[in-house]
């Protein structure tokens, strides 16, 4: 966070830079005007300071360490800056910059409000495309949970018929096996109620033999 802080200020401090040049060029006084370049050549030293020590600190070299002489540069940085407007500021007084490039400050000013404004628009545009992105990826994976929800329903279906269906058969085959065993014994019944029939209707046959 300290790195992209750092180096929005640095951005910001060349557009200033590019005006204090111009307002320095157009100054009659030598004084102010020397006193103008002296800050300008103070900012570019200090935002070079500040260049080093942003590649140093995003390449993770040094820790706390790096972080105060982040915050200490940024720091240099913004009291030569408020230096920089005051003297910029007091070389307008002695220069024809404000007049000559009124109307094309106007003009510029207008493009640069164009411009943020079409930076804007294409900031939400890209905020649009991510967030219907976002959305295409959650309504996707709700889709694919709920399709594996359905498969794990219908797997547990499945099982549930299978176990059905063999337990059904298994009570076939027990079925089957009672009905063998019932027909087994009404047979054997059949067979001793014949015999039993067969010694009541002869009952005397024996002794007859015997006699004999």
């Known amino acids: 966070m300290l790195i992209r802080i750092a180096q929005e200020m640095m ?17 009659t006084d030598k004084r102010l005007k020397l006193q103008l370049q002296n800050t300008i050549e103070r900012i570019k030293t200090i935002g070079q300071q500040l260049k080093v020590v942003i590649a140093v600190k995003s390449g993770g070299r040094f820790g706390m360490d790096g972080d105060k002489q982040l915050v200490t540069c940024a720091s240099n940085l913004v009291e030569a ?6 003297d910029s500021e007091a070389a307008c007084l002695r220069s024809n910059y404000l007049q000559s490039n009124g109307k094309e400050g106007k003009g510029k000013g207008k493009e640069k409000e164009n411009e943020n404004e079409n930076e804007n628009e294409n900031e939400k545009e890209k905020e649009n495309v991510i967030e219907k992105g976002n959305e295409k990826e959650n309504n996707n994976e709700r889709e694919n949970e709920k399709e594996n929800n359905n498969d794990k329903e219908n797997e547990k279906e ?19 096996r009672e009905e063998q065993i019932r027909k087994a014994i009404e047979l054997q019944k059949r067979a001793i109620n014949q015999d039993q029939d067969q010694v009541q209707v002869h009952p005397n046959n024996d002794n007859d033999m015997i006699n004999e």
Do not use: F, G, H, R
């Open 158 to 176: 499945n099982m549930k018929k299978e176990k059905e269906e063999e337990y059904e058969k298994i009570e076939q085959e027990k079925a089957a």
């Open 81 to 86: 800056v408020k230096s920089l407007l005051n």
């Open 11 to 27: 951005d910001k401090c060349v557009s200033a830079l590019n005006y204090a040049k111009e307002i320095s060029e157009t100054c």
